[in-house]
């Protein structure tokens, strides 16, 4: 075999390398896209089940409020309950806003797109979701009161916080220090530095579906640069 022979020989094998490895890497991006969007679409489906327990809440949060507002002794006799029932008509809302935005802007990820756009679109879901995760989830450090407060006048017409005003008050203090305490946390490791810890924050309220759709795209993402 000349040379000239050889040298051919040894570009269509080299053309046949690229041309197998683009289609396994073409292989590879499809198969991470379509386990993302798999796994992210039951987070999807949820958003449905938060909507509706926000409006139950909104609307239980309403009763009481209401309730209270118009019942013999008015707002003063029913502080509690009445406090107690905004609280929960906000919570409500809150969580039924969270719902929708959530799963509009996963409606809204373009899966076929190149992996660069992907990501960035599901950097905006995962913010959307670690701020719902804080706000519908941390605050039932405080709460767990207005919801026992709400039961109890719902249910029985009583207002539990009348007869010892003052405990009820320390506990809302405990609960808010602990949610001041966890926030000071974050800021000190975000402050110092400690990425494990504020790391390890974000990723305990994204979810183990997202995490792993991100980390997979970032892996692809990662090889394509290279």
Known sequence: MELDDLKQALARLDKRF?????LDLANTR?????????????????????????AITALLGVATWHGAAFSAGGISGHIGPFVSGILFHAYGVAMIMFGVIIRLLISNVDWAAPVLS?????????R????AGIIIGLT????WMPAMVMAFFLLFGADIVAPSP?????????????????????????ATGRTAITGGF???FAGERLNRAQDD????????RD
């Open 18 to 22: 690229e041309d197998q490895a683009a």
């Open 30 to 54: 499809r198969a991470v896209r379509n386990r993302a969007a798999d796994g992210l679409a039951p987070m999807a489906r949820g958003q449905i089940g938060l909507i509706v327990s926000g």
């Open 118 to 126: 992907i990501q960035r679109r599901l950097a905006k879901v995962r």
């Open 128 to 131: 959307a979701y670690v701020l």
């Open 140 to 143: 039932w450090c405080v709460l």
């Open 166 to 190: 003052g405990t009820w008050l320390w506990l809302g203090a405990s609960g808010l220090g602990l949610m001041a305490l966890v926030g000071l946390v974050f800021l000190w490791a975000k």
């Open 202 to 204: 974000d990723r305990a």
């Open 217 to 224: 795209l970032a892996a692809i993402g990662a090889f394509e």
